[in-house]
């Protein structure tokens, strides 16, 4: 069955500080795995998509790991603001053809000032 | 424009009551998609439409019936409704279906049924 679990599920920071989130997925065959921001009540908002062949992307103070041989994925916030508290999920595609995604269960972010 | 909108924004139906969620994309994407959220849980397909063609029906209730009008417009019609269906109902689109591409998510209409 595919999974994807995310860790830690609530994280509480101080503004200004970097924290990095966790994804490990176990999809398979793999296609893509990307990282969504949701803000309470809103639809998630996409951060970064990482195919198979990359490691590493980066949306401003985003940056976003995939390690494929170990099925991990990291995201690291870079001098967090008031604004990045939300909930972060972590979802990975299936490979072509009836493709459904597999989304994680979130880390909920608290950026406290 | 990269916009999903979706109306309205927020219904508070009877279990008795007959509503439509609307969604609307006009990025000229293929694939449109219902998901519904429970507080705290991610959210769950419920329906895909390829080329306006339901492509992917998740054993959702019969209570929820989809339509795609045109390439541009995704309606889900609400009928005798449960308190249990409560929740964030999202559409997303995409270029296509089965092809990896990025999907994306509008607003949402919060859903409570009383």
């Known amino acids: 069955k595919n999974q994807v679990e995310q860790s830690p599920q609530s994280l509480i920071i101080l503004e200004g500080k970097n924290c990095t989130l966790q994804c490990n997925y176990t999809v398979s065959p793999f296609s893509n795995l990307r990282w969504y921001k949701q803000d309470t009540g809103r639809g998630p908002v996409s951060l970064t998509i990482?195919?198979?062949?990359?490691n590493t992307k980066s949306n401003g103070r985003y940056t976003a790991t995939l390690d494929a041989d170990t099925k991990q994925s990291s995201l690291h916030i870079t001098a967090s603001q008031l604004s990045d508290s939300a909930s972060y999920i972590c979802?990975?595609?299936?490979?072509?053809?009836?493709?459904?995604?597999?989304f994680g269960t979130g880390t909920r972010l608290t950026i406290i000032p | 424009d990269t916009e999903v909108t979706q109306t309205p924004k927020h219904l508070v139906m009877g279990m008795t009551n007959k509503k439509s969620l609307k969604c609307e994309q006009h990025?000229?994407?293929?694939?449109m998609y219902w998901y519904k959220q429970k507080a705290k849980k991610p959210p769950e397909l419920m329906f895909v439409?390829?080329?306006?063609?339901l492509s992917i029906n998740e054993s959702v209730p019969s209570r929820f019936s989809p339509e795609c009008p045109n390439s541009s417009l995704l309606n889900l019609h609400l009928h005798a409704l449960q308190p249990e269906d409560s929740a964030l109902y999202l559409c997303?689109?995409?270029?296509?279906w089965g092809q990896g591409d990025e999907q994306y998510f509008g607003p949402g209409t919060r859903l409570t049924v009383t």
């Open positions: 997303a689109s995409s270029q296509d």
């Open positions: 979802v990975v595609s299936a490979s072509f053809g009836n493709e459904k995604l597999t």
């Open positions: 990025m000229g994407h293929r694939a």
């Open positions: 439409y390829s080329y306006e063609k």
């Open positions: 990482m195919t198979f062949s990359e």
